[in-house]
Structures are given as structure tokens and as C-alpha cells.
């Protein structure tokens, strides 16, 4: 049973545009989230992360938003560069359990 | 040189054979997961050591088992290597701190079973 979904497995964009990636939930327990990018031959680097106390944290061009109630987040870039392009995780926990459980990831490709 | 260290990067096998992939780190973390990474499945969990002492099963645990030899050093053993193992594995770090605890990835081992 995937606990963390991201349903789009793949994503375009224009340069310069908004990029929007989404990630849903089902265990009402999580409340510590993190998106992860990975470049082909490379490990996952941490982007950005939020906590279940706030609906929205920035670092930079990037953006995170939390709908608890809907148990969906989302990863905002803007605006979306080439060096964008690479498969992005999102991931959650319980806080107290440092157990993290990963979604399926969505590939994401910004034209130049 | 990395903080998350991951031996061998590629690996061939053959089915039946015993495989350990090895993963050392530099950050003075004490907790440390292995992961395995699978077209369309994602970064499944299968293994976590939040100290020496300490093993935790993750989601995909069978066929699988570990050994934390040391603070810094966290091998995954495949006792009995079959195809459906065929993936990208990553071994990773995280400090533990709460509300800003951050997974450290090591650089990905390859392994492909025939």
C-alpha cells in the first residue's frame, strides 16, 4: 500500500515558467515532509522540507505548500530552468520515528 | 571527498550468489538507511540502524538482511541473490534532529542480477 503517492510520473515545462509538482498522502500520522531532486548517476540531494505546523515554506525559487486536510503538498519552482531537470521525490515522517517514506517521483523536464 | 560512501558502484551477479553492499560515512550521524530504487516504484525503505544496536525492518525487508559494524559503517547482505533485486540502492545518513531532519543520500550502488 503506497503511502505516498505522486501520481504524474512525468512532467514538461517552458523555461521560465511555474513547474508544479504533487505529492498526496494517506497516513494522517505524517507530519515532517522533504522533496529530494536526483540527477541521473547521483544520489538524491534535500531540496526543501516543511512541517505539519505551517502550510508554506520558501528557499528561494522554490516553494512548498501543505493542505493537511487534503494531505497533499506541492513543490512550486519558479521560474523553472533547464538545470531544473531531473526526477524530484517527495518524501514523509512521523516526527519522533525518523522513518522516511518516499513516492514513485516525477521526472521533470524544463525546455530551454 | 563524500560524506556518504558506497561500495561497490556497480556490481553483476548471478542468481544464488551472496552479495554485501557497503556504505560508510563521515557526517557523525547515527542514524543510517538503506534504500533501493526501482523504475515507477520509487525510494523504497529497507533496512534503518538508529545506533549500533539498533535494526529496524523497513518495507521491503525480505531477502535482505544488515549489519552496523560500526557508528560510520552500514552493510546490506543479500544472502541469496535473485533478479527481481536488480536495482539502484542508496544507503543514507540523518542526524536526527527534530523538526529539521534531513536525509544525506550516498552516490547509488548498481546492482544487476542474472
Known amino acids: 500500500d503506497q503511502q505516498v503517492k505522486q501520481n504524474s510520473p512525468s512532467l514538461s515545462v517552458q523555461e521560465g515558467r511555474i513547474s508544479i509538482l504533487n505529492c498526496d498522502y494517506t497516513?494522517?500520522?505524517?507530519?515532517?515532509f522533504l522533496w529530494y531532486k536526483k540527477y541521473p548517476a547521483e544520489g538524491p540531494t534535500f531540496l526543501i522540507s516543511?512541517?505539519?505546523?505551517?502550510d508554506k515554506n520558501e528557499d528561494g525559487r522554490f516553494t512548498v505548500f501543505l493542505n493537511k486536510s487534503a494531505k497533499h503538498l506541492s513543490l512550486h519552482i519558479v521560474p523553472s530552468q533547464p538545470g531544473d531537470s531531473a526526477v524530484y521525490f517527495c518524501a514523509a515522517s512521523e516526527t519522533g520515528t525518523y522513518k522516511y517514506i518516499f513516492g514513485t517521483g516525477t521526472r521533470l523536464k524544463v525546455l530551454a | 571527498d563524500a560524506d556518504v560512501t558506497q561500495t561497490p558502484r556497480n556490481r553483476i551477479t548471478k542468481t544464488g550468489k551472496r552479495i554485501m553492499l557497503e556504505c560508510s560515512q563521515t557526517?557523525?550521524?547515527?542514524?543510517m538507511y538503506w534504500y533501493r530504487q526501482d523504475p515507477g516504484l520509487g525510494l523504497r525503505l529497507i533496512y534503518y540502524s538508529f545506533d549500533v544496536k539498533d535494526i529496524n525492518k523497513g518495507e521491503i525487508s525480505d531477502g535482505y538482511s544488515v549489519s552496523r559494524q560500526a557508528q560510520a559503517k552500514f552493510s546490506l547482505s543479500l544472502e541469496s541473490a535473485i533478479p527481481n533485486q536488480t536495482a539502484l540502492y542508496f544507503c543514507?545518513?540523518?542526524?536526527?534532529?527534530?523538526?529539521?531532519?534531513?536525509?544525506?543520500f550516498g552516490a547509488g550502488s548498481r546492482l544487476t542480477v542474472l
Open positions: 543514507a545518513t540523518s542526524e536526527g534532529v527534530v523538526g529539521a531532519n534531513v536525509l544525506t
Open positions: 516543511i512541517s505539519s505546523i505551517k
Open positions: 497516513n494522517s500520522m505524517f507530519d515532517y
Open positions: 557526517k557523525g550521524h547515527d542514524r
